[in-house]
């Protein structure tokens, strides 16, 4: 394999990651605009923790997650109060104290970004992203995806049916945290320096729209929408400077013929002549 | 088996009940009738403990439950048909089915599915398509058997006859009377106050919050006030 392919291949499979962590609070009707923020606070812990501390490789990445997972719980239950456009402001807000934190601190290189020393190829990366995969299919297959199904569909009917809505959106928001920071722990330590200004909103909100473009009712849906805004950009590479023109008229086109995006429950049901996972 | 004493609830400051009390017999149908506005829905979500504020007690089972929340009623026993059905229409039929179930803590079986689609046998065909597809008939059906599949002891009905044609009306007021024959407990709301009063054995009326008519259907079906107001017949 060619390592520009390698190299496109490393970024769908973060992108990947990055799709499923927005996907699961999508999924239960919570838009989240601070996945980079939780990007962030992945890509820095695992990168300090397999540097300065000098963790193995597989302990530091799983503590990147950790810690944002982590983060995404407390910060959740504080924001998860908040409703449609105000918790993405909220969720919005997360990501530039996060990043506005790691720009400031010297310990971790502040402006001038953070050197990792400990480096990881493709094949790891892309058996984590197969794992997320698994994960999410999993999980959306569960009573747990059924019922974020259910919530954003009529939160209060569902809560009458007894289900802990406050509760199982947190369960969401917070797994999908700590992979958020999954995937920017792997970011971290295959790009070999990270800097707090990669970690903006609007990667939050390309992360969120491919998800939304790709479908938001089942598991398929983030695995097309990533792939869909990793390689379409490529392809266009023959356009040279008019690529992002005709990636943004892609979009626009997309949305207007598939506005429940590209997967569907029902596209599936057609698709299998059965109920879908 | 549900009593409730002095029942009050407000939204905002808009009084929507007013000093209600009723008594559910084990095994009884009781109706609640009034026009738009008068109640009859904030009653039922004060009963199931979704109005903050309210005032007054309600007691199921014998036990106190004025304290308890929602999921917590459900989970006893006291089990809510919402107005206009609120069936998860992007979700199948079973897993609305399902979602019923919830809040039990044993997981239903395919025995207990099974018996909700011998029951209606509409639902049985389209058992794994959405909920959006089915006629509002069988939106009605699928509410009600995902009421009965929390395994209620007393079923709330909010309008069931909403929106439907007189046939299917018939339908559901005949399932209301084979579910009563068959032991549960029915608590109805209802505007279509004939077949309200002829389904129940007592009837209430609700006017601006307040219930205004107490009694058993049969005579509140020769009331000359109910006659003159809910059944189109000159006072």
């Known amino acids: 394999m060619s390592g520009y392919w390698a190299g496109i291949l490393v970024i769908l499979a973060i992108n990947v990651i990055a799709a499923y962590s927005a996907w699961l609070p999508l999924a239960a009707g919570q838009v989240n605009l601070g996945t980079a923020g939780f990007m962030a606070v992945g890509a820095y812990a695992g990168a300090v923790l397999s540097g300065d501390y000098a963790w193995p490789l597989p302990y530091a990445i799983a503590a990147g997650a950790a810690a944002s997972g982590a983060l995404a719980l407390l910060v959740g239950s504080a924001v998860l109060r908040a409703r449609g456009l105000y918790l993405a402001l909220a969720t919005l807000a997360v990501n530039e104290v996060v990043r506005g934190i790691l720009l400031n601190w010297d310990a971790v290189g502040g402006a001038s970004g953070y050197p990792v020393i400990a480096h990881l190829e493709l094949p790891p990366i892309a058996l984590a992203a197969l794992g997320v995969f698994l994960l999410a299919a999993w999980l959306g297959a569960s009573r747990f995806g059924m019922t974020l199904h259910a919530i954003e569909q009529d939160e209060t009917m569902t809560g009458l049916f007894g289900v802990h809505v406050p509760r199982t959106q947190l369960a969401a928001f917070a797994i999908g945290g700590a992979l958020a920071g999954l995937a920017g722990a792997l970011y971290a330590h295959h790009f070999s320096y990270i800097e707090a200004q990669y970690f903006t909103v609007l990667l939050s909100v390309t992360i969120v729209l491919s998800v939304v473009l790709g479908g938001v009712q089942t598991v398929w849906g983030p695995l097309v929408g990533a792939a869909f805004f990793t390689l379409l950009p490529e392809l266009f590479r023959g356009a040279s400077n008019w690529r992002y023109v005709l990636f943004a008229a892609a979009v626009i086109g997309i949305m207007a013929l598939r506005p429940q995006g590209i997967v569907t429950r029902a596209a599936l049901m057609r698709l299998t002549g059965r109920k879908p996972a | ?235």
């Open chain 2, 1 to 235: 088996m549900l009593e409730a004493a002095h029942l009050s609830a407000a939204y905002g400051p808009v009084r929507a009940l007013d000093d209600v009390s009723l008594t559910v017999g084990q095994g009884e149908v009781m109706a609640v009738l009034g026009a738009n506005g008068a109640g009859k829905s904030t009653l039922l979500r004060t009963l199931l403990g979704l109005m903050p504020g309210a005032g007054g007690s309600v007691r199921f089972l014998g036990e106190d439950i004025t304290k308890l929340s929602a999921p917590e009623r459900v989970r006893r026993g006291l089990v809510l048909v919402p107005e206009g059905r609120r069936v998860l229409t992007s979700l199948t039929v079973e897993e609305n089915l399902l979602m019923g179930a919830y809040t039990r803590r044993d997981t239903p079986g395919q025995a207990e599915l099974d018996a909700i689609y011998d029951r209606f046998s509409n639902l049985a065909a389209r058992r794994h398509m959405k909920a959006g597809v089915l006629s509002g008939g069988e939106q009605q059906m699928l509410a009600i058997g995902r009421a009965m599949m929390a395994k209620p002891k007393l079923i709330m009905l909010d309008e069931p006859s909403l929106g439907l044609s007189p046939r299917l009306t018939a339908e559901v007021f005949a399932l209301i009377a084979s579910l009563n024959a068959e032991g549960m407990s029915i608590l109805l709301v209802e505007q279509n106050a004939l077949l309200a009063l002829e389904a129940s054995r007592q009837a209430l009326v609700l006017e601006l919050g307040r219930a205004v008519v107490a009694g058993p259907s049969a005579e509140l079906l020769k009331d000359d006030r109910v006659r003159g107001a809910y059944l189109g017949a000159a006072a």
